[in-house]
């Protein structure tokens, strides 16, 4: 499956999905994707949609660490939609389940932002 990096408004939420393989080579992509999310709503949640995605490596994971640390800075956050077993497995790993907010659909990340 070809890489390829998708950007949509829901609302006061941006959705950045991701397909194919987030490597050194790809990874530049998702960094310009997450900064124009980032510069768009930049008090807002930022969802990652990982769904798609079938490989990701260390530069992968630095740029959803960055990306993360850039949208706090603004008084935002980046949060993940991960259920594939291959990307779970290395956030996991990683110990990033633990720092990201990780969830199973875009909707239940959208839901979990809305105040009660």
């Known amino acids: 499956m070809p890489f390829a990096v998708d950007r949509r408004d829901i609302e006061d939420t941006v ?23 980032i510069e768009r709503q930049p008090d807002g949640r930022i969802i990652a949609d990982l769904e798609g995605l079938e490989f990701i490596d260390s530069a992968g994971l630095g740029i959803l660490i960055g990306g993360r640390k ?5 008084g935002g956050d980046l949060v993940l939609v991960s259920t594939g077993r291959n990307v779970a497995k290395i956030l996991e790993l990683t110990g990033l389940m633990r720092v990201f907010d990780v969830y199973s659909s875009v909707s239940d990340a959208r839901e979990a932002a809305r105040p009660d």
């Open 15 to 37: 959705v950045v999905a991701v397909r194919g393989e987030l490597d050194i080579g790809t990874a530049p992509d998702l960094r310009v994707a997450l900064m124009e999310a």
């Open 70 to 74: 850039r949208a706090q800075a603004g």
